[in-house]
């Protein structure tokens, strides 16, 4: 199985929809003149949809034995509007996360 198709087979797993690849962005997001993430986003269609016609994804590996690899997947719904916007909002929610745990 390739990248694509893994992510494509995460897509449809969650959001019940055939995802149409579209294109792979590159993002690097920069805080405070730091690189806080930088990778290959890819762009997916959801023709078949309600929430969202389109998709971001990628997948990473993890320090966690239970989940050594972690697939993140964000819908193109405002303010979500491009892969850059995508990157930040997984950002925003995995910071969210971590305080909710301390």
């Known amino acids: 199985m390739t990248y694509i198709e ?3 087979e995460a897509i449809r797993h969650l959001y019940h929809a055939e995802p149409i690849y579209v ?3 590159p993002v690097h997001e920069v805080f405070q003149g730091q ?3 930088e990778g290959d986003v890819e762009v997916f ?3 078949e949809s ?3 016609d389109r998709v971001y ?3 990473h590996d993890t320090d966690n034995v239970d989940e050594p690899r972690r697939t993140v997947t964000v819908l193109h719904i405002p303010p979500v509007t491009s892969p850059q916007r995508a990157v930040q909002a997984s950002i925003i929610q995995d910071y969210r996360e971590q305080q909710e745990k301390h």
């Open 57 to 59: 994804a990628w997948a």
């Open 50 to 52: 309600p929430d969202a």
């Open 35 to 37: 690189t806080v993430w």
């Open 45 to 47: 269609d959801l023709p």
């Open 23 to 25: 294109e792979t962005v």
């Open 6 to 8: 893994e992510l494509q």
